[in-house]
């Protein structure tokens, strides 16, 4: 397809999509720079994690890919579609393909944990059903094997305020995976979470990758959690791409590009 092509109307692509950013530049209203020229491919099905200090541009990045974000320069591509090119009803049907899970869980804490996930499905709802909170037995059962995806379908029937922070975390991916989407984005999942309980929720993410194929990209503050979930980190200082490479053999010198300062003790680092 060419720059601007669309999948047919009303047949998404099949399978997981790939992600690319060609020379992206995002400049705020207020003059902020959040990406500065960043080029990078993310193959179909690959899980990769984003590195980098709070202000380093991962965010900006992931609310880039899909359209939160506008780009001021440059190409981002998503599956079959340039991102940057598309606005109203098309933007939001590409966002169907692509799962979003955001640090604050984004979750209606007064509404049962089945009608948070069935939020999810809004996407591939007709309007009329979404205003009257009408399900298909089909939307009924994605949800339900979201929930048990992420181990929550016990809980299915109590209310989401009641849940600890790892357990809405696992809601809000049950929520995502709803979508049956094609690319999975996770921005700071676990920066809110005790170590291990962050590692149970990468854990969920891990097994969304290596059991659905969905092209997974996460942000985190921690190389430790970089190296040992995903197999490729990327590094953020500054809107720049520093480190682009293997997680497990990213070296010292290149915690020091990424975080600007020498490494330090892991007990340091929050591990």
Known sequence: MGSGDHAP???????????????????????????????????????????GLSGSGKSTMIRT????????????????????????????QVRGGIGMIFQGFNLADRASIYHNVLVGRFSHTPTWKTLLGVASHTDREIVMRALDSVGMLEKVWGRAGALSGGQKQRVAIARALSQEPEVMLADEPVASLDPPTAHSVMSDLKRVNTERGLTV?????????????????????????????????????????????????????GQ
């Open 9 to 51: 109307e009303g047949i998404p692509a099949s399978g997981a999509w790939p992600i690319h950013l060609e020379d992206v530049t995002v400049r705020y209203p207020n003059g902020v720079v959040g990406l500065r020229g960043v080029s990078l491919s993310i193959a179909a099905g690959e899980m990769v994690s984003v590195v």
């Open 65 to 92: 890919i899909n359209g939160l974000v506008p780009a001021t320069s440059g190409t981002v591509r998503v599956g079959p579609y340039t991102v940057n090119e598309l606005g109203g009803r098309r933007l939001r």
């Open 217 to 269: 990209l996460v942000n985190l503050h921690l190389m430790d959690l970089a190296r040992q979930y995903t197999t490729r980190m990327i590094g953020l200082r500054a809107g720049e791409v520093v480190y682009d490479g293997p997680a497990s053999s990213a070296t010292d010198a290149d915690f020091e590009a990424i975080y600007g300062r020498p490494i330090q003790s892991r007990d340091t680092l």
